[in-house]
């Protein structure tokens, strides 16, 4: 295997799906500008293979070990039936042909907020929610959180009747990636505490996962898969990972958030080449690994 200089600053082109700066669909050379390896220098087979069962189980609970991260416990780990709900089968919220209900999108954002008790709902044998989050679909009642703003009653029904609607737009017409982003903006600029890290996970389930959802713990991984020498000899320094996480939603920052995305997407692409699309154990170990690091909020 070939030695990798450590953080080498690459500028240059690479070819994927990614948000351009105006909100389009772009599918051709994109200029990004981050830390890599050299792009002649193959990924390893440790990444690809090794990396992703050394570390996917510790997303679910109950799972530990030697090599789990110390930030990794109960008290962030997931319940399968969970990850099912969401992620498996036809029936999923990721898959379903029907359109979304207001409760589909409430647990998207409770799911990406980590507002689901996953301990309770696993001793419940369903989907439970922690304090502040609430639906009673009899009532029509619904209530949820975002940092310290709270959603409930008419105002949650416009916001989610709008995500809803945005995705069967998208669903007639797949190739509207073009107006996609605009619509989710557009839809935030009057939801308070619902920043772009957000947006993007309900771009990446009405696009059944088109677009990477972002996190900044999966940022952190690849970084530190950047700095290791291709794979081999994983950096636990949490020095070595920072700014990882995405500006918020004011406008003279929308360009520095999807230059970020944009740089994401690019790594994912680097070390999974379209794995990481229908993968969801690359996603699970990325998310584990990167809590070796601090890394904030």
Not at 48 to 58: G, I, L, N, P, W
Not at 193 to 218: E, H, S
Request: proline share 3%; aromatic share 14%; net charge neutral.
């Amino acid at each position: 295997m070939v030695k990798l200089e450590r953080w080498v600053h690459y500028k240059g082109d690479l070819e994927f799906d990614y948000i351009g700066d105006q909100g389009e669909r772009k599918n051709s050379k994109a200029t990004i500008d981050f830390f890599a390896p050299d792009k002649d220098v193959p990924v390893s087979d440790f990444v690809t293979t090794q990396f992703v069962a050394t570390y996917k189980d510790y997303y679910f609970l109950g799972n530990t070990g030697e090599l789990c991260p110390k930030r990794i416990s109960k008290r962030n780990q997931s319940f399968k039936l969970i990850e099912d709900i969401f992620f498996s089968g036809e029936k999923s919220i990721l898959e379903k042909k029907e359109a979304w209900t207001l409760t589909d999108v409430l647990n998207i954002l409770a799911w990406k907020t980590g507002n689901i008790d996953h301990e309770k709902s696993k001793n419940a044998g369903r989907l439970i929610y922690k304090d502040g989050w609430s639906v009673n679909e009899m009532k029509g009642e619904y209530s949820i959180k975002l940092r310290a703003y709270s959603l409930s009653g008419n105002a949650y029904r416009n916001f989610a009747k709008k995500i809803i609607d945005i995705r069967e737009r998208y669903s007639n017409d797949p190739s509207n990636d073009n107006s996609l982003w605009k619509e989710l903006m557009a839809v935030a600029e009057n939801v308070q505490g619902l920043g772009p890290v957000y947006l993007i996970t309900l771009m990446f389930f009405i696009t059944k996962g088109k677009y990477p959802i972002y996190d900044r713990f999966a940022m952190a991984a690849l970084l530190s898969l950047l700095a290791s020498e291709n794979g081999y000899n994983l950096p636990h320094d949490e020095s070595i990972v920072r700014k990882t996480s995405l500006p918020e939603k004011s406008g003279s920052t929308e360009l520095s958030r999807l230059k970020l995305y944009n740089n994401y997407i690019g790594l994912l692409h680097h070390f999974f080449g379209q794995n990481w699309k229908n993968d969801r154990e690359i996603d699970q170990a990325l998310w584990v690994y990167g809590h070796y690091f601090d890394v904030q909020q």
